[in-house]
């Protein structure tokens, strides 16, 4: 069993940045592809960005050149670096952690976003 909790969230001013981290607990991570996913009110869970163990990184299109997401093994800790926020980024944001469609979620942390 892996456990994933999430911090980071809160609320602020579009044009700001925020930096989400998730740390992992019990069985090791650092085989597992780790990323994070976002869910908006009446819409479905999406893909934000993933990093894979051989350090892949697939993004979202809507935040490409404004979120990064790192990992530091080490500490088993997923981090995902988010900068010029919209209010389209409002969301609960949820940290996983697998292989292929096998895998692990966080709670969640909620990012709000004012216009």
């Known amino acids: 069993q892996v456990q994933l909790v999430e911090s980071g969230g809160g609320l602020v001013q579009a044009g700001e940045s925020l930096r989400l981290s998730c740390a992992a607990s019990?069985?090791?991570?650092?085989?597992?592809?780790m990323g994070w996913y976002r869910q908006a009110p009446g819409k479905q869970r999406e893909l934000v960005a993933e990093?894979?163990?051989?350090?892949?990184?697939n993004y979202a299109e809507s935040v490409k050149g404004r979120f990064t997401i790192s990992r530091d093994n080490a500490k088993s800790t997923v981090y995902l670096q988010m900068n010029s926020l919209k209010p389209e980024d409002t969301a609960i944001y949820y940290c996983?952690?697998?292989?292929?469609?096998?895998?692990?979620w966080g709670q969640g942390t909620q990012v709000t976003v004012s216009s």
């Open positions: 996983w952690a697998g292989v292929g469609p096998f895998g692990y």
């Open positions: 019990g069985r090791s991570v650092s085989s597992k592809t």
């Open positions: 990093l894979t163990p051989s350090g892949m990184i």
